[in-house]
């Protein structure tokens, strides 16, 4: 009995030692448990400001009047006195094609003409001694002096001859028009050009056979451009195309000329759509935007790449909050026993978080336009409330209602504040 003592206070100190660290590993996951997360946040003081709206896109400067020059006849070119990049007048010679064939069926059109005019004047005067005749048999057959059987002879005789005039006339009518046709072709074999300014593109030499546009769309000739005044052809998303309208503001950098802007002004907008990667996962739709230039340069040429900015619409004086601080939830619905009711379709709203004291509060909001950096709040906050604008992790993920924040930016300040004290 007596040795059994120690090994008993042996093993109750320990089963006591083992239920005082149960005990307070207990109390320690309890604490841990009831502690609830801070989050480390930066904040910013909500202001009004200024805000333009602006959508950005990519594209190419084009000239804003530009012809494309193909022959409407087939012929040799006999006389090009022009060559690329000269500067030429509207009325221009630029490009002659060989003439002989043209003249040689504008002859034989004038030939046949003049044919068809002497047989209209020949049957013409036969059909007046014709028409005398009738008229004489039926005087004379109201006298009784001719036979009814002469009157429908000369009658037979002179509508037969009227009708070969009839006839002759629709001839003589289309022999003018195969004129007329002759000599417009032979005078498209002289091209000239169709405005002031320059030979942007040169694709034919003296001595080469070209295709009329009867065949497919003619050859290439060259373009003519009025490099004075230049355009900025730009591909708008769909989704961006509607915020814009003719007459907007728009800056435009072209790529040749570095950081250096030129103003433009909004002028056409596309009404169809270019579509790419059809039924792709990397389907787009595109609409083209053409912005006219306010102040072009004259070393800017036709194919060059430039970006532009157009400025959408201005609001002054307006609530706004950093774009990074907006964000989105899924609204809370409750059924009838406020339990959430999964047969509702829940769509996300846009929120803010708010700090008040050390608690962040999701706030609500309506947006209106936005710029590269901020954007305009229309319900939800007031002006000088503090709104979290960071770090993105938290706002798009980690803070909900009432979490619980610290100051980023506070902690910076307290610490240069006491840097600057000695302390």
């Not at 065949?215 to 708008?236: I, K």
């Not at 532009?308 to 609530?319: F, G, P």
């Not at 319900?379 to 924040?405: C, F, H, N, W």
């Amino acid at each position: 009995m007596a040795n059994s003592k120690p090994g008993n206070k042996k093993k109750i100190l320990i089963f006591g030692f083992l239920a005082v660290l149960l005990a307070v590993v207990v109390v320690l996951i309890i604490l841990n448990k009831d502690k609830e997360k801070v989050i480390k946040v930066e904040t910013e003081k909500i202001t009004r400001r200024d805000i333009t709206q602006v959508v950005s896109a990519t594209g190419t400067i084009n000239p804003v009047d530009q012809v494309i020059l193909r022959p409407e006849v087939t012929g040799e070119i006999v006389e090009l006195p022009v060559k690329e990049g000269d500067k030429v007048r509207k009325g221009q010679l630029l490009i002659r094609l060989k003439p002989d064939q043209y003249i040689a069926r504008r002859n034989k059109a004038k030939a046949s003409l003049d044919f068809a005019k002497a047989t209209l004047a020949e049957r013409q005067a036969s059909l007046a001694e014709v028409e005398a005749n009738y008229k004489r048999v039926k005087e004379l057959y109201a006298k009784n002096l001719a036979s009814e059987a002469d009157l429908e002879s000369a009658r037979s005789s002179y509508l037969r001859t009227k009708a070969q005039v009839d006839a002759q006339i629709s001839s003589v009518m289309q022999a003018e028009e195969s004129f007329k046709d002759a000599e417009v072709e032979l005078a498209k074999t002289a091209i000239y050009s169709p405005l002031n300014g320059t030979i942007t593109v040169l694709n034919v030499e003296k001595g080469e056979r070209v295709l009329g546009s009867s065949f497919s769309q003619g050859t290439h000739l060259m373009t003519v451009a009025d490099l004075n005044r230049m355009e900025a052809t730009v591909e708008v998303d769909e989704n961006d195309v509607v915020l814009i309208s003719v007459g907007d503001t728009a800056k435009i950098k072209i790529d040749a000329f570095g950081e250096k802007e030129f103003l433009g002004t909004v002028s056409q907008i596309g009404n169809a759509a270019k579509a790419t990667g059809l039924g792709t996962q990397e389907e787009v739709v595109n609409f083209d935007v053409k912005i006219r230039l306010d102040n072009p340069d004259l070393q800017i040429r036709p194919g060059m790449s430039c970006d532009a900015e157009i400025q959408t619409e201005t609001k002054k004086d307006v609530l706004a909050v950093p774009i990074q601080s907006v964000t989105s939830r899924m609204p809370k619905q409750k059924g009838d026993k406020g339990k959430p009711d999964r047969r509702k379709k829940k769509k996300p709203v846009e929120v803010v978080f708010i700090v008040e004291g050390n608690l962040a509060l999701m706030k609500p909001v309506k947006t209106g336009i936005s710029d590269d950096s901020y954007i305009e709040i229309i319900k939800g906050v007031e002006e000088g409330q503090m709104v979290v604008t960071g770090p993105y992790r938290a706002i798009s993920k980690e803070l909900q209602d009432s979490s619980r924040v610290i100051l980023k930016n506070k902690f910076s300040h307290d610490k240069d504040k006491n840097r600057k004290s000695g302390k």
